[in-house]
Each structure stands twice: as C-alpha cells, then as structure tokens.
C-alpha cells in the first residue's frame, strides 16, 4: 500500500515529505504507529495534497522485535526506507543518523510513541508549502508527564535561554518540520554530544511555531531517565555558551579583590592592636567555601575539556548495521 491516490506521472512533479522515526525498543507501538501512517498517507494522497509522504526508521540498537517489524514493514515499498545502527547511540545521534540520508524537499521527526500525532503532518506541510522552513511544532499540554518533569524541563529552558544567545523555543521537542534547507545546515553539524532541540535553533532559516496538544505515549514505557536527562542539559549548555566559565572568572574575581580588602584591614589592625588570637571558625569557613568554589570551578572546566577530548578523537558518530534505503 504505497497510499497514493495518484497515478505515476503525477508522482514525479510531487514534492516528497519524508517522516524520519527514531525508534528504541518500541515493538508494542510500531503496529499503531504504521497503521496510522497509512491511512495518513492515503488521505495525503486523496486529497491531492502537492506531496507525497515517504517514511524512513532508524532503529537505535533495539533488542526487543522493533528490526523485525520494521523490515517486515518495508518489504516491497519504495516510500519506506530504514536504517538500523550498530548499538543504541541515542535520540539525538539516531536522528542525525536519518537526517544523514534524507533526500526528500523535507523532513518531519516524529516520536515512534504516538505522542506527536501524525495526523498533524498536512497541516505543517501548509505552512512549508506557504514559505516557511521550520515549522515546529509547540505544545500546548503535555499528557502523561510528571509534574516534575514539566518543573524542571520549564526551569532548563528558561537558563538556557538566559545563558545562550540564542532564541531556543519554549515546550518544543524534535517534532516539526524542516525545509531541504534546514536537513542539509544540520548535516553539516558534526558534534558529538548533541542537543538537537539548541541546533535547530542555532541554524537559523524562516521558522513558525504550531501549536498542538501532546498526547500521552501510546504504548511502552519513556526511554529517558534523569541521568539522561540531565546530561542532555549539560550538553545544551556546554555546546552554546561558555557562560560558566566566564561566570567562575568573576566569582574568582570578587573573593579576590575582597581578599586583598580583607588582608589590608587584618595587616592593619595587627599593627594597630596586635595580635589577634581568636578568628578559628572565621578561617575555617573561609577555607571551605573557597575549596568548594575552587571544586566547582574545576568541574565546570572539566565539562568543557571532557568534551573537547570526545570531540577531539573525531570518532564517527554512529555506524550502520543494516539499511534499506
Ligand atoms: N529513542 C531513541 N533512542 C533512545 C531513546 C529514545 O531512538 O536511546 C526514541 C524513542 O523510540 C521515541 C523517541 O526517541 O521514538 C522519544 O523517546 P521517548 O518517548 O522515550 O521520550 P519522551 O517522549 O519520554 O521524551
Ligand atoms: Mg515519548
């Protein structure tokens, strides 16, 4: 079922819309998943929409039946192509990895779960076919997520904000749409330690937001736990902004100046009234907070230089295992 209503000369002068599925572990939505991106692709077609929609799945090192249903997906299609990596690298480098080999006048990334409806696809293809070149897709409601990820996903996004220079954009995840343009900028993002959400905004081009309501996963559980998570901010930190950095120097800065204040007012008072015995908790506070500061200072270099030396060794993103291309 190709699901074009279209006959083969017409297919030809058709735009193509290629879906880009990152999956991971995800054989209990699969079957949901295809069957309404069929009948998506049928209405497409019905409808005389000026593009066809093609679907490319990159498996994330899956060990559940997720390959199989893929392959079995994908016999005899042209419009469904796939490729499985060698391990489980990630969302952000399996997507990378679909973006590498789309070909397509554009791209949707869509959650394998269901969450970002498939069925919103026509209506950012609108806006692209109206000029735009990244149309992403804004919730307005997050079903199925903890209160405390919803807190801190708000708070991340507002430092990131403030630190970087950028317009990062607010209750965004990777669903949206991205002109020809926007694929081939991002193909040329090597980077290892990716946050594809602060990329898009970093490459720039016409963008318009969507708003939608974000459903709760169809089936299975999230892929994401807090370490994750947590890394995947360091990285969108670290990747934009050596604001840290710059933040440490001026701490570094201000005990300084308040140390040579300080050490005048001690000299003096020496000379002055002698010397003075007590001032043992005093000393010791000092020399924690500042061992603390200094800690942390060393830590935050550590983060960039960690990612200096991955990033150094040039090591290829991901491999492939198999592909249908
Ligand atoms: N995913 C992936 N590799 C991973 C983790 C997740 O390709 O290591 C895919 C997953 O199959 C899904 C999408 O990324 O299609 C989003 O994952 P999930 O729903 O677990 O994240 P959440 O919606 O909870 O942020
Ligand atoms: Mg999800």
Redesign the pocket.
């Known amino acids: 079922m190709g699901g074009c209503a279209v006959d083969g000369a017409d297919i030809d002068r058709l735009k193509t819309i290629e879906v880009l599925?990152?999956?991971?572990?995800?054989e209990s939505v699969l079957p949901l998943l295809f069957e309404r991106l069929d009948s998506l692709a049928v209405a497409v077609g019905e409808q005389g929409k000026p593009y066809r929609l093609a679907f490319l799945f990159?498996?994330?090192?899956?060990k559940d039946g997720t390959r199989d249903l893929i392959r079995g997906y994908a016999v005899g299609r042209d419009d469904v192509k796939y490729v499985f990596l060698s391990r489980?690298?990630?969302?952000e480098?399996?997507?990378l990895a679909g973006i590498d080999i789309v070909d397509a006048d554009a791209l949707v990334i869509?959650?394998?779960?269901l969450?970002d409806p498939p069925e919103l696809i026509p209506e950012m293809a609108d806006l692209w076919l109206s000029g735009y070149e990244d149309v992403y897709a804004r919730r307005r409601s997050r079903k199925g997520?903890s209160w405390l990820?919803k807190v801190t996903s708000h708070l991340y996004y507002s430092l990131l904000q403030k630190v970087t220079n950028i317009d990062i954009q607010r209750d965004t995840?990777?669903f949206r749409l991205l002109d020809r343009k926007c694929v081939e900028a991002l193909k040329r993002l090597r980077e290892t330690d990716r946050n594809s959400k602060a990329l898009f905004s970093w490459i720039g081009f016409k963008k318009i937001e969507f708003i939608y309501d974000r459903d709760a996963?169809a089936a299975?559980?999230?892929?994401?736990n807090y370490i994750?998570l947590v890394k995947l901010a360091l990285d969108g930190i670290t990747s934009f902004t050596v604001a840290p950095l710059r933040v440490m120097t001026l701490i570094g800065g201000v005990i300084s100046l308040c140390a040579v204040v300080y050490a005048l007012v001690v000299f003096v008072r020496t000379l002055v009234w002698g010397i003075d015995v007590p001032g043992y908790a005093s000393l010791l506070i000092i020399v924690l907070v500042l061992g603390g500061i200094q800690l942390i200072g060393l830590g935050i270099i550590g983060e960039y230089l960690g990612r200096v030396f991955v990033q150094t060794k040039n090591r290829p993103n991901y491999f492939v295992e198999e592909e249908k291309l």
């Not at 599925?21 to 995800?26: A, R, S, T």
């Open positions: 599925v990152p999956c991971y572990n995800e990159v498996d994330d090192g899956s489980n690298f990630g969302k480098t399996a997507m869509i959650d394998a779960d969450q997520e990820k995840g990777d996963r299975g559980k999230t892929k994401w994750q």
